[in-house]
């Protein structure tokens, strides 16, 4: 995890070392509630795709067995077209699940903690996102909801209001 440097966030924002601390444990819980909390939602969502939807692939395989429509390599044939097809749709859900999921905690629980540190410490909700956005990893959830001011150079500055 890429980690922002405390000492220049100090002598860039109206945050000492402790606040700047306290900012980046916020961040983290929040990231991990958000990471967790989608990680759950898309495992949840694939499964019940994947069960639910093989009760229809083996069943139209099986009825075309029986009533002898198609012999056998056929069938093992549509029954693998179907379970990758079946898996495709499951992994689609999983995927809306997550981003669901990730919207949800964000709105009820990151958000408001956001606005809870924001009335407590004298900084801008521009900085926090500048801040919070440098002290998460590239594939953080929490990452995709933070607003980061970028300066002439396309960087993100951490003391930019």
């Not at 070392?17 to 949840?44: D, H, I, P, W, Y």
């Not at 009533?67 to 749709?89: D, K, T």
């Not at 990730?102 to 926090?128: C, G, M, T, W």
Request: charged content about 20%.
């Amino acid at each position: 995890m890429r980690r922002i440097d405390l000492e220049e966030c100090v002598d860039s924002t109206p945050l000492n070392q402790e606040e700047t601390q306290e900012l980046v444990s916020l961040v983290e819980t929040l990231n991990e509630k958000m990471r967790s909390s989608g990680a759950s939602g898309s495992e949840l969502a694939f499964g019940l795709g994947c069960g639910i939807g093989l009760i229809p692939v083996f069943g139209v395989t099986l009825l075309l067995l029986i009533l002898r429509l198609v012999s056998l390599v056929p069938a093992m044939l549509i029954l693998v077209v179907g379970l990758v097809g079946l898996a495709s749709i499951s992994a689609l859900l999983a995927s809306l699940a997550r981003t669901n999921a990730h919207k949800r905690v964000y709105r009820e629980i990151a958000n408001p903690e956001i606005d809870r540190f924001l009335n407590q410490h004298p900084i801008s909700r521009q900085v926090f996102d500048n801040l919070a956005y440098q002290s998460l990893p590239n594939d953080a959830p929490l990452r995709d909801f933070l607003s980061p001011a970028l300066n002439d150079g396309g960087e993100i500055s951490p003391g930019v209001e």
